[in-house]
């Protein structure tokens, strides 16, 4: 800034690039963490088994309807469904994860060069 940059050029030019790994793991980190959160999820969507073609109206999600449902399953069917839900979700999780570790070696590999 001495040498007559604006405040907001090294702020885009040398802080932000020097942290993008940082922010985007934290922002992966939140999103995964966001995927299998389950009371925050169930006051905001709504709570309701109802589907509906409207997108703002009350919902179920996957970590919702295992911590509802897990309790009163009786039969094997009902079991072996949540287990596989549970299994979904686990497989979403994986996906998010490996997606930020391959977007943090895209972005160390151009910072490289």
Not at 27 to 37: F, I, N, P, V
Not at 59 to 82: Q, T
């Amino acid at each position: 800034m001495a040498l007559g940059s604006t405040r907001w050029e090294p702020i885009f030019r040398v802080l932000i690039p020097a942290g993008d790994s940082g922010i985007l793991s934290g922002a992966m980190l939140a999103l995964g963490r966001a995927l299998g959160e389950t009371m925050a999820v169930t006051m905001v969507i709504g709570n309701s088994s109802i589907i509906s073609i409207y997108l703002l109206d009350p919902a179920y999600s996957i970590p919702v309807l295992l911590a509802n449902e897990f309790a009163e399953a009786d039969s094997k069917l009902h079991i072996g469904f949540l287990t596989y839900l549970g299994l979904i979700l686990f497989g979403l999780t994986l996906v998010v994860n490996i997606g930020a570790a391959l977007i943090m070696q895209l972005i160390n590999r151009q910072h490289k060069v």
